[in-house]
């Protein structure tokens, strides 16, 4: 808005001195009180791990003084929301909430009608968990002996994935490989598909989220083996249970969940949102609220977030679409 000029009279030097902060204040640009209202849209349904990771992000952003809604747009896991948001323009306060599934793996596996480099990166602050589960009385107890079983029984045993040809059965073979281990991968709905088909012994391994399998796992319904946790090593969740890495198997889960706007989001709103995130990150209940669905708390700033998901799409990416190649033969 711009402000009425001032009329100066025989005051006009103690008027200028008043009225000159108030001038600069309104001549400075838009952009210094920009990102006071934010839309971020999770591409996924209301009730899971995205939406509710966006939902206390956004009620974080609110003590930062940023009113944040949260609109999903479920379909075409997570593509359609992603494509809708590359489209707006930079000044449009729109975002993204998604993790390198989205971003990375589904473009790849074909035209979704953008790709990362649509986008620009805020930060990164929420890593859901993901794990290996067995069924409830397996005569393994720990990943080795489950990999010993699998050479001693080939074609036995049955591992329940998280649909088939995508990332998550990508990464089930990375851990599990079907070129050295002889067993039976079928794609079931979701986790909580997964979940049941394995309580039910439907299945005898499934590959699923820490937040789903722990509390069967405490009730002896099952038993987590071994989680894929990118980040960090052992989940706060359930630090007794190792991380893949451990064993030397290249299987750690890039499931981190960052927030990205359209190219050209100016510097400073990502700035602004960015700061927020670094400090929402370090509150004891935010922290809690995201252990609580199952989801660590890690900050990583747009660099580092960057980064992050340029060495997935340079390292694992490549990796990825041959292996789909190999999958549709």
Known sequence: MKKKGVKLCGFAIALLLIATPILMAAGEPEAAEVADEI????GFGAGGSNDLSARYLAEALGGHGITASVVNMPGGMGTEAAYYVSTQSPDSNIFMWAHPLIMLFEPAAGDRGFTIHDF??????????????SKAGAPWETLEDLIGYIRDNPGEL???GQGEGNMMHFIAELILDPNELDYTYVGLAGGADVALNLTGGHVDLGHLSLAAARPLHQDGDLTVLVNTQILIDRDPLMPEIPNIAEFGIEGREPHPLALWGPQGTSPEVIERLTNAMAEIAEDPDFVQNYQNIGIVAHYLDPEETWEFFMDVEENMVPRYKDWLADYLE
């Open 120 to 133: 620009e990166p805020v930060g990164t602050l929420a890593s859901p968990t993901f794990a290996v589960g």
């Open 39 to 42: 839309t971020i849209v999770v």
């Open 158 to 160: 049955v591992l329940g």
